[in-house]
């Protein structure tokens, strides 16, 4: 998730995209960028780290003084680290076309292969420099304008964007589209504005116009119209911004952590896009293609991870040793740094961090690194020193993660981890028909997490009822027992309730002493192996008149006798549960601190990445 910025009117450009961007950093900040048109030339500026320092390199700069009309971009890197050459905007071979985007071009590799035929050269690592070049093919190829050059590269596209185009000959006008990524035009007096959210807008006019997927807008000094892919002319309505700033930031939720909740349909559609290829049945992690040969020789995974990310890795541990039949270990980072650890021959040792810059992650990862084992990261932040650190990984395109309560990216991590352990289990014994089995159930995801994310609403109302305890237990069996303890993390790190989590048969050794008049004990229960296992846990917390809420399957109707309160999920295969299943947790842990007024996404004491030890 990036953004960007497109502006032409009577005001100096540079000042506006910058102030553009400053509002745009939630979506992504490691590197940014801006091209303005002025003196017959196109002018770029770009770097990796914030705004505010690209903004301070322009700002005597006098190739930027002048000019009106322009574009910028922040970023958050999908395809090649944060550093100058990978920074939007990209230019074609001349220099000719400047582009910058928000969003993944799955089918770039091919596209790309097709430009070095024709004499394409590229810089970067990107798949938006693919994009500009393919831009400048069709324009020189005879098309008469920058649009009719746009329209046709984007029909050759697969994958999401939210683009906006200049071009050297015709510098009078700003061409944007978008397929999947968000793109309003500001509608000002005598000016426009394109941009990715109506944040970088809104301190200009609050008349937008909002495009829609496989439409493009041309704008120019003389005004804008709007066309789909196939050139046909579409009116649109000028609509009211009524959001305020902070409101358009959290997309209208009341809090970053809500909004990254109710992103994980879309941020898990982008974690398997380009990955899962359902027609032929296989699954293609691009960042493990140079240590596939080692891979295919693993004896063992040693998970390593901190907070949230530990607990994925506890999944990830069901699904390495269930799908891939490799045995596997997770340990906390922290201790593994310390305990001089052996590290056998074929261990494969895989870190698990959202920020990619945590302390003990990336200590334990140097020290299994010394003692010879194959490193491998699951990271959300491109470019971090975890991933630069590992021999390969896997990026799981989350988008920025604001709220300090990690949730968007654990189910992007459990999705990357399913996805490793088939690509692994396929190569050692798993049949065709088991593999497409998987595959068809993981692609489901996205919308069957739309579908848990509807009971928001009345978790909320069930909450208000149990925020008054200050001890809860989380229970769960096999794949759910980590979705347990992530429960209770959520719900001790942002309500400040004491809470632990179980694995339920554990209870009759002791915990269970615990459970006395309305103590709420949550229960993961999904249909599974071990779900009449499960239900005689409830029944030995009800016999000691706990209060059971439960997180069960559709059309579970048994479980509501012993229950109560149950929120449901869509039934998928136990391997992939845990991605529903934390989810009414997420909500949950997210109501009942909103119930107690804590700071959701500055929780007290709470860092977002854990630099020190
Ligand atoms: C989770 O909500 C917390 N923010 C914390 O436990 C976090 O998961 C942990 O610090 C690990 O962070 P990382 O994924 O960035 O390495």
Same mark, same amino acid.
């Given at each position: 998730?990036?953004?960007?910025?497109?502006?032409?009117?009577?005001?100096?450009?540079?000042?506006?995209?910058?102030?553009?961007?400053?509002?745009?950093?939630?979506?992504?900040?490691?590197?940014?960028?801006?091209?303005?048109?002025?003196?017959?030339?196109?002018?770029?500026?770009?770097?990796?780290?914030?705004?505010?320092?690209?903004?301070?390199?322009?700002?005597?700069?006098?190739?930027?003084?002048?000019?009106?009309?322009?574009?910028?971009?922040?970023?958050?890197?999908?395809?090649?680290?944060?550093?100058?050459?990978?920074?939007?905007?990209?230019?074609?071979?001349?220099?000719?076309?400047?582009?910058?985007?928000?969003?993944?071009?799955?089918?770039?590799?091919?596209?790309?292969?097709?430009?070095?035929?024709?004499?394409?050269?590229?810089?970067?690592?990107?798949?938006?420099?693919?994009?500009?070049?393919?831009?400048?093919?069709?324009?020189?190829?005879?098309?008469?304008?920058?649009?009719?050059?746009?329209?046709?590269?984007?029909?050759?596209?697969?994958?999401?964007?939210?683009?906006?185009?200049?071009?050297?000959?015709?510098?009078?006008?700003?061409?944007?589209?978008?397929?999947?990524?968000?793109?309003?035009?500001?509608?000002?007096?005598?000016?426009?504005?394109?941009?990715?959210?109506?944040?970088?807008?809104?301190?200009?006019?609050?008349?937008?116009?909002?495009?829609?997927?496989?439409?493009?807008?041309?704008?120019?000094?003389?005004?804008?119209?709007?066309?789909?892919?196939?050139?046909?002319?579409?009116?649109?309505?000028?609509?009211?911004?009524?959001?305020?700033?902070?409101?358009?930031?959290?997309?209208?939720?009341?809090?970053?952590?809500?909004?990254?909740?109710?992103?994980?349909?879309?941020?898990?559609?982008?974690?398997?896009?380009?990955?899962?290829?359902?027609?032929?049945?296989?699954?293609?992690?691009?960042?493990?293609?140079?240590?596939?040969?080692?891979?295919?020789?693993?004896?063992?995974?040693?998970?390593?991870?901190?907070?949230?990310?530990?607990?994925?890795?506890?999944?990830?541990?069901?699904?390495? %040793?269930? /799908?891939? #039949? *490799? !045995?596997?270990?997770? $340990?906390?980072?922290? @201790?593994?740094?310390? =305990?001089?650890?052996?590290?056998?021959?074929?261990?494969?040792?895989?870190?698990?961090?959202?920020?990619?810059?945590?302390?003990?992650?990336?200590?334990?990862?140097?020290?299994?690194?010394?003692?010879?084992?194959?490193?491998?990261?699951?990271?959300?932040?491109?470019?971090?020193?975890?991933?630069?650190?590992?021999?390969?990984?896997?990026?799981?395109?989350?988008?920025?993660?604001?709220?300090?309560?990690?949730?968007?990216?654990?189910?992007?991590?459990?999705?990357?981890?399913?996805?490793?352990?088939?690509?692994?289990?396929?190569?050692?014994?798993?049949?065709?028909?088991?593999?497409?089995?998987?595959? %068809?159930? /993981?692609? #489901? *995801? !996205?919308?069957?997490? $739309?579908?848990?994310? @509807?009971?928001?609403? =009345?978790?909320?109302?069930?909450?208000?009822?149990?925020?008054?305890?200050?001890?809860?237990?989380?229970?769960?069996?096999?794949?759910?027992?980590?979705?347990?303890?992530?429960?209770?993390?959520?719900?001790?790190?942002?309500?400040?309730?004491?809470?632990?989590?179980?694995?339920?048969?554990?209870?009759?050794?002791?915990?269970?002493?615990?459970?006395?008049?309305?103590?709420?004990?949550?229960?993961?229960?999904?249909?599974?192996?071990?779900?009449?296992?499960?239900?005689?846990?409830?029944?030995?917390?009800?016999?000691?008149?706990?209060?059971?809420?439960?997180?069960?399957?559709?059309?579970?109707?048994?479980?509501?006798?012993?229950?109560?309160?149950?929120?449901?999920?869509?039934?998928?295969?136990?391997?992939?549960?845990?991605?529903?299943?934390?989810?009414?947790?997420?909500?949950?842990?997210?109501?009942?601190?909103?119930?107690?007024?804590?700071?959701?996404?500055?929780?007290?004491?709470?860092?977002?990445?854990?630099?020190?030890?």
């Amino acid at each position: 998730m990036c953004g960007i910025v497109g502006y032409i009117g009577n005001q100096r450009a540079s000042s506006v995209l910058v102030e553009g961007l400053k509002r745009l950093e939630y979506r992504g900040y490691d590197s940014a960028g801006v091209c303005v048109y002025q003196n017959g030339e196109l002018n770029i500026c770009k770097d990796s780290g914030r705004v505010m320092a690209m903004a301070e390199q322009i700002a005597d700069d006098v190739r930027f003084t002048a000019g009106t009309i322009g574009i910028a971009h922040t970023r958050w890197a999908t395809h090649g680290e944060p550093n100058q050459t990978n920074a939007h905007p990209h230019t074609d071979a001349g220099g000719r076309i400047a582009l910058v985007h928000n969003g993944i071009i799955e089918n770039y590799a091919t596209l790309k292969q097709f430009l070095e035929g024709k004499g394409h050269c590229f810089r970067s690592q990107t798949d938006t420099e693919v994009l500009v070049n393919l831009v400048s093919e069709f324009y020189n190829d005879g098309s008469n304008s920058l649009e009719e050059a746009v329209r046709p590269a984007l029909h050759e596209v697969t994958g999401t964007y939210g683009i906006a185009v200049m071009c050297l000959d015709e510098p009078e006008k700003i061409v944007a589209a978008r397929k999947g990524s968000p793109l309003i035009v500001g509608v000002g007096t005598d000016e426009y504005i394109v941009a990715s959210d109506a944040s970088a807008i809104i301190a200009h006019t609050s008349n937008v116009i909002y495009l829609n997927d496989n439409e493009l807008v041309v704008v120019t000094r003389d005004g804008m119209r709007t066309l789909t892919l196939d050139n046909v002319p579409v009116t649109k309505q000028v609509e009211q911004i009524e959001w305020s700033l902070e409101e358009i930031a959290r997309g209208g939720f009341d809090h970053f952590m809500l909004k990254e909740i109710f992103e994980q349909p879309e941020v898990v559609g982008n974690c398997l896009r380009g990955r899962l290829d359902l027609r032929d049945c296989r699954i293609q992690l691009g960042g493990l293609d140079g240590v596939r040969r080692e891979l295919v020789k693993t004896r063992k995974v040693v998970i390593s991870a901190c907070g949230t990310a530990w607990h994925a890795g506890l999944v990830g541990e069901y699904l390495f %040793e269930d /799908l891939a #039949r *490799v !045995p596997t270990e997770v $340990e906390y980072a922290s @201790e593994f740094r310390y =305990r001089n650890p052996i590290i056998e021959e074929g261990t494969v040792f895989l870190s698990i961090s959202q920020s990619g810059e945590t302390a003990d992650t990336l200590a334990a990862l140097r020290e299994a690194r010394e003692k010879g084992a194959l490193s491998l990261g699951i990271v959300n932040a491109v470019g971090s020193t975890i991933a630069r650190e590992t021999d390969g990984g896997v990026y799981i395109h989350a988008g920025p993660e604001i709220g300090v309560a990690s949730t968007k990216a654990f189910t992007c991590q459990l999705a990357v981890e399913a996805m490793m352990a088939l690509m692994l289990g396929r190569r050692r014994f798993m049949s065709q028909n088991s593999m497409n089995t998987y595959m %068809e159930a /993981l692609s #489901r *995801v !996205p919308e069957q997490i $739309e579908r848990t994310l @509807e009971q928001s609403d =009345r978790i909320r109302e069930v909450v208000a009822d149990y925020v008054g305890y200050d001890n809860w237990l989380f229970l769960g069996r096999g794949y759910q027992y980590p979705i347990a303890l992530e429960g209770a993390l959520k719900l001790k790190e942002i309500s400040y309730i004491h809470a632990e989590g179980l694995p339920a048969a554990e209870m009759k050794h002791g915990p269970i002493a615990l459970i006395h008049e309305g103590m709420p004990v949550v229960f993961i229960a999904p249909r599974c192996a071990t779900y009449e296992k499960i239900v005689s846990n409830i029944e030995e917390v009800r016999a000691r008149r706990g209060r059971v809420i439960a997180v069960a399957t559709e059309g579970d109707e048994r479980i509501t006798r012993y229950c109560d309160h149950v929120f449901y999920v869509p039934d998928t295969l136990a391997p992939l549960q845990p991605m529903l299943t934390v989810v009414p947790l997420q909500l949950l842990a997210y109501h009942a601190a909103v119930a107690r007024n804590c700071n959701v996404d500055k929780p007290r004491n709470l860092a977002k990445s854990v630099t020190v030890e």
